[in-house]
């Protein structure tokens, strides 16, 4: 029997996206590849919601955080990072290996960044540039990005957010939400292979690319470069002409069903998970939870790592554990992207209560996949 992946990326692939993966790849200098990489960023940026150009580097979600820290802080300039877990500590890392001295507002694994804990260091610091995670993989946990980057926007600095787990997923209208530049990849919310980064790079970002201070040095992860071809529908150097094509196939359903529908889809989907898996006798792991990524600590006595173990042999399903200090603590179930349908919540959580009662869980059991089945119904 096939598995199926609900893993926090990379996620399942939708048949028509691995058909699309398939076509013989045009010469990416073609009249034909070019006026399709256009119309791509074109809607690209509609998919992030800005004003500003998509850029699409050959890269995995990692190069497109580095391009975006080594192409615009400058040097000597005050830097804050929000983290609320893995990935929030990956801005600290990337910023510390190019010398970046800079500040973290921190939150416990499991909780958000506290919006006023971190108004306070803006307004103590008065950075001329901020960093953080929209949907924090990691820990499951949803940062309330409009709040972050509204109190760092009035400061007057410029706000970075790592989206890679809310593109396509959550809520974001980048403009609107004021952010500057928006980091996505391919192996996520946009359910394609791993491969591509893509940077969502609103006009105040543009306009810092563009000015003689802006900072340095870089070549392939240059985003003034790469920004500036982009809005000649061209790349510096040759794009992963395949994913591309996956990428506009992507878009498209999408597109076919609106932002608005996918962005409800994920909600209902999530949430029916969440109950689910609570009926189940697992508790969730965040206090905001997002709807990417359920971070779950199992009942009393059971092993995270056997449920993994247990869901994957007999139910097909795969799940994930913790990274690092979490190791061993969680289980994660993926449920990104447009593979997965409300069905999906019934088979996983039946699969968690399963693995609940032979792990060796004590209370009631057997409700889990009608209580996710009710959570559909009343979110329809
Ligand atoms: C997956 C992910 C990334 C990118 O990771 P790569 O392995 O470099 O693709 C970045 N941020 C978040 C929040 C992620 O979930």
Redesign the pocket.
């Known amino acids: 029997m096939s598995e199926k992946l609900f893993t926090?990326?990379p996620v399942e692939i939708p048949a028509r996206v691995l058909q699309a993966l398939g076509q013989r790849p045009p010469h990416h200098r073609s009249e034909s590849f070019r006026a399709l990489y256009g119309d791509v960023s074109v809607r690209l940026a509609r998919l992030f919601d800005t004003q500003g150009v998509a850029v699409i580097l050959a890269a995995?979600?990692?190069?497109g955080?580095e391009s975006a820290v080594v192409s615009l802080v400058r040097r000597g300039e005050r830097v804050l990072v929000g983290s609320s877990g893995k990935?929030g500590e990956?801005w600290s890392k990337i910023l510390s290996a190019y010398g970046h001295a800079h500040e973290v507002v921190k939150a416990e694994y499991g909780k958000p960044v506290d919006p006023a804990a971190w108004a306070v260091a803006v307004a103590r610091l008065q950075p001329g540039i901020v960093f953080f995670?929209h949907?924090?993989?990691s820990t499951g946990t949803l940062n309330d990005a409009r709040a972050l980057a509204a109190s760092a926007r009035q400061a007057g600095a410029l706000v970075v957010a790592?989206c890679?787990?809310s593109l396509g997923v959550h809520a974001l209208r980048q403009d609107e939400d004021q952010i500057d530049v928006a980091v996505g990849?391919s192996?996520?919310g946009l359910m394609l292979p791993?491969g591509l980064?893509v940077l969502g790079v609103g006009a105040r970002a543009l306009e810092r690319l563009e000015s003689a201070t802006a900072a340095g040095p870089s070549f392939y992860l240059d985003l003034a470069k790469a920004a500036a071809s982009a809005r000649q529908s061209d790349t510096p150097f040759t794009p992963a002409v395949s994913l591309v094509l996956a990428l506009d196939e992507s878009l498209r359903m999408i597109e076919e069903i609106g932002i608005q529908e996918v962005w409800r889809r994920h909600a209902a989907l999530a949430r029916a998970i969440r109950e689910g898996a609570g009926a189940a006798g697992y508790r969730l792991f965040s206090s905001a939870p997002a709807d990417s990524v359920t971070a779950l600590l199992p009942p009393d006595g059971v092993d995270p790592s056997a449920v993994v173990k247990h869901v994957r042999s007999m139910h097909h399903l795969v799940l994930t554990g913790g990274q690092d200090s979490l190791k061993g603590k969680i289980v994660r179930v993926g449920h990104m992207g447009l593979a997965y349908g409300p069905e999906d919540a019934v088979l996983v959580s039946r699969a968690l209560e399963d693995a609940a009662m032979t792990l060796g869980a004590t209370g009631r059991s057997g409700s889990a996949a009608e209580v996710a089945q009710r959570a559909l119904e009343s979110a329809t």
Do not use: H
């Open positions: 926090p990326g995995s979600g990692t190069g955080l990935f990956r995670t949907s924090e993989t790592d890679v787990t990849g192996q996520k791993p980064a």
